[in-house]
């Protein structure tokens, strides 16, 4: 029964964390990418645009996350039809983190030499090839880095959201460990969630020093 209920609940965390992430990083890549890009001199200098895309990031960036899925319940249950559960706890994780992925794509792609960026410029090649093919590309290190930093408050995020009803580790530590006193039930997932943070971080360093492998 003890690991059944273990093994349920880090399923539903591993799902919600795993897709939250894909859908944060979908939402929150372009926007990286235009906070570079449109900045002054950037690629595609369009000032305007910039101060209204970095204030709406900031904006998004200062909500308390349970306050902010409280917010979007009501989008929760329209995209997928509940407000509660695994599935409903996506849309906001994804949606609370994105401005987070945006500022971390930003950050990792400042970091591009720009000498480069000049060279290639004078060389014809077109913003988007320079994007695709410089940018992203000499920044990869610097975005694993910052992926991995994702899932991992991601997995904290998931916990967070087990307090109203999300499910996972979270969820099971609080109902089960905290409110009925099952004080083994809650260490268990204490450390089971201690487990997938290590874990995703020694994948995220495995990566980056391959790719430093390969760069030489």
């Avoid at 990031?57 to 929760?76: A, E, K």
């Avoid at 290190?141 to 991992?152: D, H, W």
Wanted: with cysteine.
């Amino acid at each position: 029964m003890l690991f059944n209920m273990l093994w349920t609940s880090t399923l539903e965390t591993l799902y919600m964390v795993f897709f939250s992430t894909a859908f944060a990083l979908l939402l929150g890549f372009p926007f990286g990418i235009l906070l570079v890009i449109t900045k002054e001199n950037g690629l595609w200098e369009h000032l305007k645009f910039h101060q209204v895309l970095e204030t709406s990031i900031n904006i998004l960036r200062s909500f308390p996350f349970i306050i902010l899925m409280i917010v979007l319940f009501p989008l929760s249950r329209v995209i997928t039809g509940t407000t509660i559960g695994s599935t409903a706890a996506i849309v906001p994780l994804a949606i609370g983190t994105a401005p987070f992925v945006a500022r971390m794509i930003e950050g990792a792609l400042l970091e591009v030499d720009s000498g480069l960026i000049e060279a290639s410029e004078s060389m014809g090649a077109s913003n988007w090839t320079i994007i695709r093919k410089v940018m992203i590309p000499e920044a990869t290190s610097s975005l694993i880095n910052g992926i991995t930093i994702t899932i991992i408050s991601l997995i904290g995020y998931s916990s967070m959201a087990g307090a109203i009803g999300a499910g996972g580790l979270g969820d099971l530590a609080i109902r089960y460990g905290y409110q009925r006193f099952q004080i083994d039930l809650m260490c268990y997932a204490i450390v089971i969630l201690l487990i997938i943070v290590q874990a995703t971080q020694w994948i995220g360093n495995w990566f980056i020093n391959q790719r430093k492998k390969k760069l030489g």
